[in-house]
C-alpha cells in the first residue's frame, strides 16, 4: 500500500511539474537561448573572436570605434555592449578610468562576419574597455 501510494505521488508531481513548465512556454513565444560557449579577449584592431557570442575588448586612445569580427552575429542579433574598467588585467591594457564615456552603440554589422562599436568621446590616453554579448 506505501508502495503505490509513493508511485501516485511521484506522478502526480510529474504532471504538476510538467503542467508548470508547459504553462512557462507559451505556443509562439520567443526562447531566448544563451550566448554560444566561447569567450572572446582581444584588444587587436580588428578583435578577432571568431565564433564568440561574447567577450571583452578595447577601444584604443584616440579612436572612437571597435571592429569585432566575430561569426556569431547576425542580422538580427541583440548585441549588448558595457564599459567594464575592472577588465584591464584580463586584456593586458590599463583601462580608462578617466574620461566618462557618454555614448556607446552598435553603428555597423555584417552578418556572420563581424560589428562595429562606436563611442564618445574619444578616449584620450588609455583605450576603454568593453564586455559584449550577443543573442540570436
Not at 503505490?4 to 508531481?13: E, M
Not at 550566448?35 to 577601444?59: E, N
Request: aromatic share 6%.
Amino acid at each position: 500500500m506505501k508502495m503505490l501510494l509513493y508511485i501516485l505521488t511521484t506522478l502526480l508531481f510529474a504532471l504538476i511539474l510538467a503542467s508548470l513548465l508547459s504553462s512557462q512556454t507559451p505556443a509562439g513565444s520567443r526562447v531566448v537561448v544563451p550566448p554560444t560557449p566561447g569567450d572572446c579577449t582581444s584588444s587587436a584592431s580588428p578583435a578577432v573572436c571568431g565564433a564568440a557570442a561574447a567577450g571583452s575588448v578595447t577601444v584604443a586612445a584616440a579612436a572612437t570605434t571597435k571592429v569585432v569580427n566575430t561569426t556569431a552575429v547576425t542580422a538580427n542579433s541583440q548585441i549588448f555592449i558595457a564599459r567594464d574598467d575592472s577588465l584591464g588585467t584580463k586584456l593586458s591594457v590599463t583601462c580608462n578610468t578617466a574620461t566618462a564615456m557618454t555614448e556607446k552603440k552598435i553603428s555597423a554589422r555584417t552578418a556572420g562576419t563581424s560589428f562595429t562599436i562606436t563611442v564618445a568621446p574619444t578616449p584620450a590616453t588609455n583605450p576603454y574597455c568593453l564586455s559584449f554579448t550577443l543573442f540570436n
